[in-house]
């Protein structure tokens, strides 16, 4: 496990594994930076991945070792208050910890589980989904268009997004290429 990287966005074991099957961690490097996942994501993702034989484990472990990814180590202080989380809301230990490290440490959280963005929203801590991503990218000038696109309509079919969702977010994307064309 590493710590020498200072992680910009810190995510939740379902988000990675999501985005590791769909190959596409270096994507999400690009739109955030160095990822960071807690301890307990690092033991649901890749240790219990390799016990299980899940390919997602092994690029997961690839994205640690080219520190595209990097295990935090909880401050004290983070650890009571994933304990807390965890005996207090009925999460899982990987989404405690990773609430836990973004809000202490002033980042995002990248999360799925919808009782965990309750709580963020509840604490205070900046949370993004999976769903539009690609989108911040794309607004960001930090992933084409046609990646921003490609990724969502993989991402909508992997979580079985609504299709209105995922139209008004390619709806966005297209107007935002549009007006950066000229508008022509």
């Known amino acids: 496990m590493s710590g020498h990287l200072i992680p910009t966005i810190i995510t939740d074991a379902s988000s990675l594994i999501i985005i590791a099957k769909l190959e596409a961690i270096d994507v999400l490097h690009k739109v955030y930076g160095t990822i960071g996942i807690p301890p307990a994501v690092f033991r649901e993702t890749v240790q219990a991945g390799y016990e299980r034989g899940k390919s997602d484990a092994f690029a997961i472990d690839a994205a640690i070792r080219s520190g595209q990814v990097v295990v935090v180590k909880l401050s004290p202080g983070q650890s009571v208050f994933a ?14 910890e990773s609430l836990a490290y973004a809000q202490t440490e002033n980042i995002h959280v990248l999360i799925e589980e919808r009782k965990g963005r309750s709580i963020a929203r509840a604490e ?3 949370y993004t989904i999976l769903q539009v991503f690609p989108l911040q990218g794309f607004i960001q000038r930090r992933i084409s268009y046609d990646t921003c696109v490609n990724l969502l309509d ?6 079985n997004t609504d299709l209105a969702i ?19």
């Open 83 to 96: 304990q807390h989380l965890y005996m207090t809301n009925m999460l899982g230990w990987g989404e405690c």
């Open 124 to 126: 205070g801590i900046n």
């Open 154 to 159: 993989r991402i909508a079919v992997m979580m």
């Open 166 to 184: 995922l139209h008004a977010l390619q709806s966005s994307a297209e107007t935002i290429w549009f007006e950066r064309q000229g508008g022509q």
